[in-house]
Each structure stands twice: as C-alpha cells, then as structure tokens.
C-alpha cells in the first residue's frame, strides 16, 4: 500500500494561500491522491482528487508532480474557518470497493 | 438530504456489555465503512463493505463485527466492550467501484466511553 507522509502542523495567515505538501514516493500507476479535512472532530470532509493532471474545484487546487511522487494542496485565500486537520491519502484499490487508509494528516491553523 | 447517519450520537458503556452502532445512508451507496478515531490521532479503517452482502476486515478488526444488513444499513457491534474501545467511530459511504469518484462521505461520529 501507497503511504503518504505529510508535516505535521503548519501555520498560515488568514487571507494568504495556505500550501499543504504531501510525499507519496510509492504511488501505483493506478492510483488516485485524495485530500480530506477534518474539522474539530467533525466527520472528515472530501476536498479534492487527482490521478496525474493538475485539479480546481471551488475548495481547492491540487498540484501532482510530473514523476507522481508529491503533490500539494493549495487554499488559495485561507480563512479563520480553514482550521483543521488535512488528510492526504492514495487510495487503495481492492476488489470493487477501494478503502481509504487514513494517516496523521497536517494540522493548519489560520491565524488572524 | 441526510447523507450519513449514526446513532447513537453518544453511549457510556460498562467494561463487558455489548452495544451495536447503527449507520444508515440515503444516497444509494454501494461501499460502507466504519473507522475509529482516538484523541489526537487519525482515523484507522475497522471493517468496510464494498457492496452488499459482501464485508471485509480494515487495519483494527479485533473486537468488532459488522452487518450489512441491506444497501442502506452498515452496523458495527462491540461485543464484549473493553476500555481500549473507548473512541470516537465514523460510519461512512461511497459510490464504490474502482473510478477515482469512490468519494467518501461520512457521518457526525458516535463518542464511545467505556468504563
């Protein structure tokens, strides 16, 4: 199984973009990179995926690596409410069903 | 739309009795799973279903069983509870398949204490 290694806690002031890294050097052909977040022992919430292109949605960007092997969650203009905890995962295939393996994820705090 | 619901919300136990979680989503979901999450650590996958009638084992099986009782219902039972249960549990869903869309989409927790 693909594992990811994140930082971490970071910090970023609110209002500037907020750039999360991951490594996921063992990343299969196959498989996707998903970002999930988790706010105060809230239920994690979905963010954004990718396979190899760079991906935007109204939450996020997502920049992957030509080889792969890292990628980077970007909050363009984090708010107060961005605080949480920032799950990267490569999700594993297995029969029709992929699981998702969750790690330590990254603590982001926006400050005022 | 309710997506994921759990009950109870919150439960004490004592060390030994049993208890079942129940899970229940309404977005004609093939894949349920359930995850545990203890105090300032990430979640860990218990057992999951890929589709119904089928069930399999996640990272932290031990003392649990699960039901998929039909498409909608995925419940996980606690048999003989030990303090070590002592978690918050996430029930949760997903399309299923092998599409990078198998989004995961989860429910507000079930605070577990056992005594």
């Known amino acids: 199984d693909a594992k990811t290694t994140q930082p971490t806690s970071m910090d970023c002031a609110e209002g500037r973009a907020a750039n999360l890294p991951c490594n996921h050097s063992?990343?299969?052909?196959?498989?996707?990179v998903y970002w999930y977040r988790q706010i105060h022992s809230q239920g994690p919430q979905y963010i954004i995926h990718?396979?190899?292109n760079n991906e935007t949605n109204e939450m996020a960007s997502l920049i992957i690596t030509e080889d792969r092997k890292s990628s980077t969650l970007i909050l363009p203009h984090a708010t107060l409410r961005d605080t949480a905890v920032y799950y990267c995962?490569?999700?594993?295939?297995?029969?029709?069903?992929?699981?998702?393996?969750f790690g330590q994820g990254t603590e982001l705090s926006v400050k005022p | 739309n309710a997506g994921v619901t759990q009950t109870p919300k919150f439960q004490v136990l004592k060390t030994g009795q049993s208890m079942t979680l129940q899970c229940a989503q309404d977005?004609?979901?093939?894949?349920m799973y359930w995850y545990r999450q203890d105090p300032g650590m990430g979640l860990r996958l218990i057992y999951y279903?890929?589709?119904?009638?089928?069930?399999d084992k996640g990272e932290v099986p031990n003392g649990y069983n699960v039901s998929r009782l039909n498409k909608r219902e995925f419940s996980l039972r606690l048999e003989s509870a030990a303090p070590s249960q002592t978690s918050v549990y996430f029930c949760?869903?997903?399309?299923?398949?092998?599409?990078?869309?198998?989004?995961?989409?989860f429910g507000a927790g079930s605070r577990l204490t056992v005594l």
């Open positions: 279903s890929a589709s119904e009638g089928t069930t």
């Open positions: 990718g396979l190899k």
């Open positions: 995962i490569v999700r594993v295939l297995y029969n029709q069903g992929g699981k998702l393996i």
């Open positions: 949760a869903s997903s399309s299923g398949g092998t599409s990078g869309a198998n989004v995961l989409t």
């Open positions: 063992t990343i299969s052909g196959n498989e996707y």
């Open positions: 977005m004609n979901h093939n894949s």
